[in-house]
Structures are given as structure tokens and as C-alpha cells.
């Protein structure tokens, strides 16, 4: 590969026995990098492995406690991030700040100093757009935008301030298949130009596929620094996981019972929709005249781009939204794990028991026995190993995967504690780490072993497919069966026969 | 960490009763400092603040007590609107227009021998049914229009303020037209007063009873599990619980402008005994500072009822005895909201904390 960088020119971005701790947490305690310009470098690690304060101190959003830092060879320490945006520095988070009722131009504006030169950021966007194949228009809304677009005006926010070293933090994580792989061809050829980059990351084979050298960090130390060729997915998970673990790929029988489709004795199906169309909160219609059918004992994969509608046809099958024609047979008391947790999952002030009791909370009635509760959330917190301090802590004091473990707890466990019937999850490994990822797919498989429906969309194709006994696409806002092969289900979801 | 669930629970009641004693010895500096500022005799001042609220069983009673009464009501009132996530801002109106309909119904009833209990009841029960529905204006212009229940509350805040002007120069003037008050309603419609304690009224008891009820609502039963959960995150509220999140808004809307009505209703019937201008010196607004103190729980909104009662009589005292501007002591009121926000926000700010995550905790 020809890179600008030359061997001897200073490394873009060089950090140094770097520690830095949290009140009682030492969230990093001796982490190197070393991104050689030109390059795209991929930070691996489980959650809470520091990848993500490793990157707020080169953005100077954090200040290290130990260590060194040069960025294009000059020693640097950051007071703020505008220090280092001066230095060529940008990141582009994975929660987006972006001001919803703003156009693109404003939020790009918000950023800057002195007099607002709006045409100055409409003729700067011209220029990205040509230079970089960036198309953006500056007077669209951001909140009108698609995930992805909104991506790319933080990106933009980032080149319009010259930024030579792009730190994205878990950027794939909310884009669909082609809009990653679009991505990735973006900071392939960003790099190529003599730029850097650090891409965040849990994803292997995205890491493997367009990093030129990768880094590894496990509790807030630099346990492997290698390039491309020399990394294989076997020893990228070692270092990850700290163990000879492997990733979960190998369990896809473990809890499937197969029979349970093939005999003639499965009964009534538990969701059965027929011609459904559902519209959103806002009253646009989202899903037309969908028909499908979900069994006991089976894993219906949803597989759909962003904003195709499947957001609307899972909330209706969990029961949260009612359609506007139609039937729809389902099961009252759906589990229902969504998207995202923080904003409809959890009570983050309140205890693990409360968010457990949060559950039907709208149909229940009388007096609570709050002793039941404890003693209940105690039992979710064992089965699923969760290590918390016991019932009564703050959900907020929770690790994003243990939280999530208790949600999913929560919708797997029927109202008096037996199997559900039904569960929906809505991309339930969102976020989560390799161990993490593995326990929840365990969980649903297990679920559906033990006779319960479940519907999974993940935005991720190839987890769709690990899970799922069959897969629905829905394209458009129709909602259709597609054999479960990779290129079956990708070319159905962009909508091509 | 290691303490145990009850270890933890003293410690954290312990620690409580030493902020409270913190704040008591922080409030006597402050107002002596101001004192000293202000040119007064900082011993006469702090005598009469003494005197006036704690410093005999007098004070106690027909002082402190009786202006707890009306902070006790409409506390828990805010209390239960804020913990739903409605900001009630407008309990001193929801007050006036429930005083209103006390004396409506007061005057209005005739009467006979047997019908006094009767129509302290019917008073009683029109107040609150006109303070809910002074609030379900606002709750109503938020669940409709989408509009601000701070600011249409305060608003409905002035407009009661100046019904009641209207009222007691028109319609429900007494019969001289001298004054701009009402009749004064017969001896059979006031609430008894307690025995051996002055002009306390049994209107006391019903606070506190309202108030034990409430918080055994919020912390025991279903609907005030939603009200938290409502107030905490809407969103997950509705998406996790599958709870109406307009309908327990607009419920907890209601009840919180029905307690402030309630509360001028027994201040009527208690202790003004006519309907006048200034009936109420701003308990709606001090009803804020007594519920957030309290940290919104009905439970905890006794103690600081009382102690703004006393601050409240204290006040009174220092102006009527040294004359010393009563608004010395609002000065002091404002400081002790500022510091209990403040402190709040710092815990909040000081995660993780197991310690205050939850009512759960206390089983």
C-alpha cells in the first residue's frame, strides 16, 4: 500500500503510559498508542477497557493523572477540546451533539469564534463536498436528517476546523451495513490522503478490513499493539478478553429446537399479523399491510436499514404501538427490550428493584409489595450473574452491559417469574462488548428453547442471521420472508430482487 | 461497599439529622450576620425570632403550628406534582380560589341547627374540587397545547389574585360595603380549635393525615410508583412500563391543585374566617421551597413545614417586637432554598451513590 506518511515523519498521534482515574476507578492505568500518519488505526476492547477516555484525552475533554502525549510530533496538553481542535485534532462521538432544530450550517457554525459566517460555512461545504464526495445540504434540519447524514455533519464539523487526525468513537454502531462499509471507504481514502485516523471499535472483521494497525486495550492498559498482518481474529480476541475465550460464533445450536417447526402440534402461532399497516408516533404511515406469523419456540430475525419502517413493526408486535388497520394477534404482556436503553429501558436515578418493578407498572394496581420486589430482582441478578451490589444500588451505577443484562432480566422473565411467551428485542447488543454480546444471545436462544416467540432486529446482518430460524426484511415499509443467506437478506433490505 | 443495608440506613438518618441541625445553627448565624449588617440589636432580634416561634407553647401553637397548616397542604401538593414531573408553580392560586369556594359555600349554605358539620364538610370539599379545577386549566392547556405548566400556572397565579380582589369588592362583599372583605362566616362553620393549644385548629390533623396518606400513596402503591416513574423518564415510563404518561401527568396535576385548595379552604374556615385580599402572605410559593427541602417526599415535608411555620411566626415576631423588617428573615428563607438545591445537586452530581437510589431501599 502506498501511504503518504514516510517512515520518519513524527507519528500522528503518540501517547505514552497514560493513567487516569475516576474517583475509585483507575479507568486507565498504562495505555500506548502510536498512529503512524496515513493510516487508520483500530482501538479495540471491552466496554470499560478505556478506549473511549483514552480518546477524550487526546481530544482534551479529559486530562491525564501520568504520562505523555505528542500529536504530529509537538508535545501536547490539551486544557480543552478547542485546544486540540487548533492541533488538527477531531472526534466525532458516537452520541452525536448536534443541536436538532439547527440546520446543518448553524450546527457547523456553533463551533466557531467571533461573527457568524454562515455563507462562509455554505461555501466551506462546497468545498468538503467536492474534495471529499461529501454531499450535504447546508439548510436541511438536522433533526430531518438519517442517522448516517447527521453522522456526516459531525465529520464535517470535524474537517471544517483542518482537522489531520479523526478519533470516531464506535461510528458503525447506528449505520446500516452499506452505510458502514461507505464509511470505512470514506476514511480509507481520508487516510490515504496523509491523514489519520482512530476508529473505536467491537467489531473485528471492521477492524481487520480497513485498519492498517490495531490496538488493543484491556482494563485501561495496552495489552497488544500490532500491525494488520500480523493480527488474526483469534489473537485480537485473546487480547480483548484477556483469556483463550472465543468470540460466541460456535453456540448456534446450542439452544435451537429444531422440531419445534417441523411438527404438525405447535398450535396457534403466538404473533399473527395480517395486513397490518402501522404509522408512527407522528402519524406517518411506516408499515403497509404486513402479514406474518411468529411460532412458539422460534427466532424470527428482522433484518432492515434504518428507518424502513421495522422500528414501527416492532413496537407494534411488543404491544407499544397499536396499528391503524388491520389484525394483530398478540400476546398481552410482550417483553420488550429496546434500542435504546437509557432512553426507554431504564429509570437511570433509581434502583435495580424499582426498574425491575417498572415492568406493567401501567396495568398493576393497589399496593406494592416492595419485600416480593427485592426478593425477585435479587433472583434476575443471580441467574444472570450480574455484578451489582444487590438491589437497592442506582441502575446509573452500572457498566452499559450489566445493564443491559438487567433489561433483558426484566422483559425475559414472565410477570410471576416463569417463561414468557413472547419477547421483542430491538438491536439488544447494541454497545455491548464480546462477553456481553454472548450472554445476551444465550438468553434469547434459551428463551426460545424454552417455548417462547422471539422477534430480533439487529441493525448488524450477520448477527441477524447467527440468531434467526428465519428472517422477515422489511424494505419500505413492507414487511417479507427472505431465506436466511447473507446475500438474500442484504440485497432484500436495499430493496433489490 | 460493605455496610450493610440497615447500617447504611442509620448512617444515612444520622447523617440527616446532623445536616438538619447543621442548617438550624446555619440559620441562627446568618440571620444574626444580617442583623449586624442591617444596624439592629442582633440579641433583640434573635430573641423575639425565638420568642415568636418556639420560645413558649403559645408561639408554638398559635403560631408556628398554625402557619405549618397551610405549608403542610400545599407542600405535599408540590411535592406530588414536581415528583410526576409537573411543575406546579401555581399552588398559591390553586390556595385562593379554594378559599374562594369556602366562603362561597360557607355563606351560601343556610343555615340550621344540625347542618354545621355538614357544610364545613361541603366547604371543605368545594375548595379542593376548585383547586383541582384552577389547575386543570393548566393541565389541560399542557396535555392539549402543549404549553408550559410553569408558565401558565404562574400566570393563573395572578389572575386568582386578582379574582379574590374582584370578589371581595363585589359579589361576596360584606353587607356594609365598607370593607373589601367578606361576611365572616358563622361561629358553627369554624374548624374547632385543639384543646389547650390556642388558635390551633383541627385543621392540623387533617393536614397531617393527608400527608401520611400521601406519602404512603407515593411510596407503597402502584400509582404513586408511576407518578416517579412518570417524573423520572417519561419515555421509559411509557416504552418499559406501559403506563399512560399523559393520564398520570394530568392525575397528579390534579390532585396537587385539589391539596392546594384543600389548604385555603381550611385556612378559611380555620383561621381567617373571611375572604380578604393577602389571606394567604405567599404559602404557595414558600409551599416550593418546603416541598423541595423535603426532597418531594410527602413524609419529610412535616419537619420542614414546621420550620418554615416557625421561621414564618419568627418573623412576625421580629418585626411586631423590634422592629426589625419581617422580609429579613424571607432574605433567610431564600438562603436555606438555595443551600437545600444546592446540596441536592451535589449529591446528584456525586455518583455513583447506592445510598440515595432509592424508596425501594426502605423496605
Sequence with gaps: MTHVGAADAPLALDMRDVAKRYGGTQALIDASLSVRPGTVHALLGENGAGKTTLMRIAFGLERPDRGTMHVGGRVARFASAADAIERGVGMVHQHFSLVPVMTVAENIALGGRGRLDLAGIRAGLGSLAERRGFALDPDAVVATLSVAAQQRVELAKALMHDARLLVLDEPTAVLAPGESAELLRWLRAYADAGNAAVLITHKLHEALSVADDV??????????????????????????????????????????????????????PVFRATMVTIADERGLVRVWNATTEVWRGEIVGVAAVDGNGQRELLRALAGRLDPVSGTLVR?????????????????????????????????????????????????????????????????????????????????????????????????????LDVRATAVVHERLRSAAAEGAAVVVYSSDIDEVLLLADRVLVVYDGRVREVRAERDAVGRAMVGVE | MSATPRRRRTRLVLSQIALAALALVAIVAATAFLLLVG??????????????????????????????????????????????????????GQLLVGAAAATAVSLATPLVAWSGGVTIILALAAAAVAGGLWAGVAAVLRARFGVLEVISTIMLNFVAVHFVSYLVRGPVQEPTHAYPQSATIAESLHLPRLPGAGRLHAGLLLAIAITAVSGWVVRRTAAGFRLMAVGENPDAAASAGQIDVGRTTTRAFLASGALAGLAGGIELLGVTFALYENLSPGYGFTAIAVALLAGLDPWRVLPTAVLFGALEAGAGAMQRDAGIPSTLVTVIEAALILAAVTVQALRLGRRPNPGRASIAAEP
Excluded at chain 1, 493480527?231 to 422440531?259: F, H, K, Q
Design chain 1, 215 to 268: 490496538t488493543v486495550l484491556r482494563r485501561g492498559r495496552t495489552v497488544l499493539a500490532a500491525s494488520r498482518a500480523d493480527a488474526s481474529p483469534r489473537s485480537l480476541t485473546a487480547a480483548m478478553i484477556g483469556g483463550d475465550a472465543e468470540p460466541s460464533e460456535g453456540s448456534r445450536e446450542a439452544g435451537v429446537d429444531a422440531t419445534m417447526h417441523d411438527t404438525g402440534t405447535r398450535g396457534e
Design chain 1, 331 to 431: 400476546p398481552k404482556n410482550v417483553g420488550f427490550v429496546p434500542e435504546d436503553r437509557h432512553r426507554d429501558a431504564v429509570l437511570l436515578e433509581r434502583s435495580l428493584a424499582e426498574n425491575v418493578a417498572l415492568r406493567g407498572a401501567g396495568a398493576r394496581r393497589g399496593v406494592l409489595d416492595w419485600s416480593a420486589v427485592l426478593a425477585r430482582t435479587d433472583r434476575l441478578l443471580r441467574a444472570l450473574d450480574v455484578r451489582a451490589e444487590g438491589a437497592t444500588v442506582a441502575m446509573r451505577t452500572l457498566s452499559g452491559g450489566n445493564q443491559q443484562r438487567v433489561v433483558l432480566a426484566r422483559e425475559l422473565a414472565a410477570e410471576d417469574g416463569g417463561t414468557p411467551t413472547a419477547v421483542v428485542a430491538e438491536n439488544p447488543t447494541r454497545g
Design chain 2, 39 to 92: 444596624g439592629y440589636s442582633v440579641r433583640d432580634g434573635l430573641v423575639a425570632l425565638w420568642s415568636g416561634s418556639l420560645g413558649s407553647w403559645y408561639a408554638i401553637t398559635s403560631a408556628t403550628l398554625v402557619r405549618a397548616v397551610p405549608l403542610l397542604c400545599t407542600g405535599v401538593a408540590v411535592a406530588i406534582a414536581f415528583r410526576a414531573g409537573v411543575f406546579n408553580i401555581g399552588a398559591e
